[in-house]
């Protein structure tokens, strides 16, 4: 077979793929979860903003936790919060690494967590599918994160790994229909992806 071939027939997967992708959804569903997002996120940086402004310098709040805690306690909960349904945003863990002495080094390791956390999650959601009274318990509950990580796979542990929405819960649906475990690591890098990102604007803010 030759190049030209072989350059065609990826073209004609590439587009069935978005075919697919169209046809069942998920541009769609990727639209509105960004539409819903963007509000709320916006409301969060504001009032965030104006507490910075009116109430209380994080400047200072971050520099006063770095020199009072252990970066270690502040590290666990990170990672106990990203396993367990991403109760605490990511965002202040993030401003909380700016005012460390080593930044990135710090928000590297946040992303590491954060990453390892999804894994836990993962295998969290392998063990209860095992378990055939929770997992009919969590079938309803997570209905619509099972349902779509089956029709779009891969490519929805993207968006959760990418979006302002829990991980955690995109991974423990992953683990519950028993999604490939190295195709989850390798789409799970991306939440590196999004811990710099975010970085970039959280550190000129605060």
Known sequence: MDSSSKIRIKKSRIRLLHQYYSYTGFYAFVKS?????????????????????LVIDFNDLFTSITTTYDPIIILTIFFASESLLGLVPPEIFIAWADKTETPIFYLSI???????????SFFAGKAISRMPSVYAYLEVKMQKHIKMIRKWGGFLIVVGALLPIPFSMTSIAAGLIQYRFRNYLLFGLLRFVRFYLYAVVIFNVF
Do not use: E, N, T
Not at 110 to 120: D, E, R
């Open 33 to 53: 979860s960004l539409g819903k997002l963007i509000i709320p996120i916006s409301l969060f940086m504001i009032v965030l903003w104006l507490v910075h402004i």
């Open 110 to 120: 946040l992303a590491m967590l954060s990453y390892l956390g999804g894994v836990f």
